[in-house]
């Protein structure tokens, strides 16, 4: 086990039992390989088609507005 990863699960180790499931649940899902895709709300559909479109096409945004994002959460 790499140390990256006796860390992480040191954190988890720190949060209340339903969340450790939650995320006991995604790495397993992660670990298992391609498995079955994550389901998309149907009004979600539009947006994540064209995310991926733009992915495809490498338009990516700038780091500072990445950043602004993560600071809008913040608040």
Known sequence: MTKLLEKALEA???LPSDDQDEIARAMLRLA???G???PVDPPH???VLRG???AEGRKFVSDA???S???HFDR
């Open 12 to 14: 988890v180790r720190q």
């Open 32 to 34: 298992a390989g391609a």
């Open 36 to 38: 079955e895709p994550e």
């Open 45 to 47: 559909l539009p947006a």
């Open 52 to 54: 991926l479109a733009e």
């Open 65 to 67: 507005e990445v950043e």
């Open 69 to 71: 994002a993560f600071r």
